[in-house]
């Protein structure tokens, strides 16, 4: 069954310091890897998918990395600014089903 | 505009009582998706549908049924809430599974059961 890791579970950065967040996961046999953005008490926006072929994704100043062989995803974010305080998730597709790691909550201090 | 809407954003019952929650998206997807999400345990996979009339179970479906009787509605039912169903429950759609598709969420259900 696959397994979601990641850490760390919470971080606080004042802002203009780049962001690192980290996704682990057991199975290397995925369709995809997604990462998503969680405002409180709100449900989930996506912000980046990479598939299983490719290496990284981009959109402004986030980029996400994909190593399957190593079972690891990066979501780098650059500059950070307060709007970008949330809780960010990243999951795993396995034959169609997604599974979540338990996400790492973000603060970005002005 | 991709939308998914669910029922209530803010649910309260009483332990026992059988409770519906809806979901209903707009974008013609074939797959949806329930998950409950609670504190440090992320989003968790109750049922998902591929198709009208048809389910999987996913990796906590008891004390949980669910319908899919038209394409773009899918219903999660608690036969005889529990206090343990207290939780967060959202609704997800997508398009075919095995390409380059992203799941789509609701606002999300927020129930209590005293």
């Known amino acids: 069954k696959q397994e979601v890791t990641q850490i760390p579970a919470a971080l606080s950065v004042p802002e203009g310091e780049n962001l690192v967040l980290n996704c682990s996961f057991t199975?290397?046999?995925?369709?995809?890897l997604q990462w998503f953005r969680q405002d409180p008490g709100k449900g989930l926006t996506s912000l980046l998918l990479?598939?299983?072929?490719?290496r990284e994704q981009t959109s402004g100043r986030l980029n996400a990395s994909l190593d399957k062989s190593s079972g690891r995803s990066t979501l780098y974010i650059a500059a950070s600014q307060p709007g970008d305080s949330a809780t960010y998730l990243c999951a795993a597709d396995s034959w169609g089903k997604f599974q979540f790691g338990a996400g790492t909550q973000v603060v970005v201090t002005p | 505009d991709v939308k998914v809407t669910q029922s209530s954003r803010y649910l309260v019952k009483r332990t026992g009582e059988k409770v519906f929650l809806e979901c209903v998206q707009d974008m013609d997807h074939e797959n949806m998706f329930w998950y409950r999400q609670d504190p440090g345990l992320g989003l968790r996979l109750i049922y998902f549908s591929y198709d009208v009339k048809m389910k999987e179970k996913g990796d906590i479906p008891e004390g949980y049924s669910v319908s899919r009787e038209k394409k773009e509605r899918f219903s999660l039912i608690l036969e005889s809430a529990s206090t343990n169903q207290t939780s967060m429950y959202l609704c997800a759609s997508s398009l075919l599974s095995g390409k380059k598709e992203t799941q789509y969420f609701g606002p999300g259900t927020r129930l209590l059961v005293l």
């Open positions: 990479i598939q299983s072929s490719q």
């Open positions: 199975d290397s046999a995925i369709y995809n």
